[in-house]
Nanobody, 122 residues
Framework: QVQLVESGGGLVQAGGSLRLSCAASGRTFSNWALGWFRQAPGKEREFVAV????????YYANSVKGRFTISRDNAKNTVYLQMNSLKPEDTAVYYC???????????????WGQGTQVTVSS
């Protein structure tokens, strides 16, 4: 059974940093993509970043490019999202997702974590 477990969310002031973790288990993800999405109250879920497990290629939403960094640790089967220069508009529940393609569309991801809350105060 595939499980994705996020951690690392919390409350931070604008300009601060957080690192989210997504621990993956239940299958081999060597040819998969692991992504981060977020959903703010009253808004649709949106793409944040994705990494291809095989070659570590990465893609980012324009809104986070230059501020967020996605990375992976093979030994720990874990994906990270380092978030710097956080803004109040980054406030959302952040979800980890696994899929066979590194896309911006949440519809292409097969597995999802439970989410972790990130709140950025002004």
């Amino acid at each position: 059974q595939v499980q994705l477990v996020e951690s690392g969310g919390g409350l931070v002031q604008a300009g601060g940093s957080l690192r989210l973790s997504c621990a993956a288990s239940g299958r081999t993800f060597s040819n998969w993509a692991l992504g981060w999405f977020r959903q703010a109250p009253g808004k649709e879920r949106e793409f944040v970043a994705v990494i291809n497990w095989s070659d570590s290629s990465t893609y980012y939403a324009n809104s986070v490019k230059g501020r967020f960094t996605i990375s992976r640790d093979n030994a720990k089967n874990t994906v990270y999202l380092q978030m710097n220069s956080l803004k109040p508009e980054d406030t959302a529940v952040y979800y980890c997702a696994a899929g066979r393609l590194a896309t911006h569309s949440s519809n292409t991801y097969d597995y999802w974590g439970q989410g972790t809350q990130v709140t950025v105060s002004s």
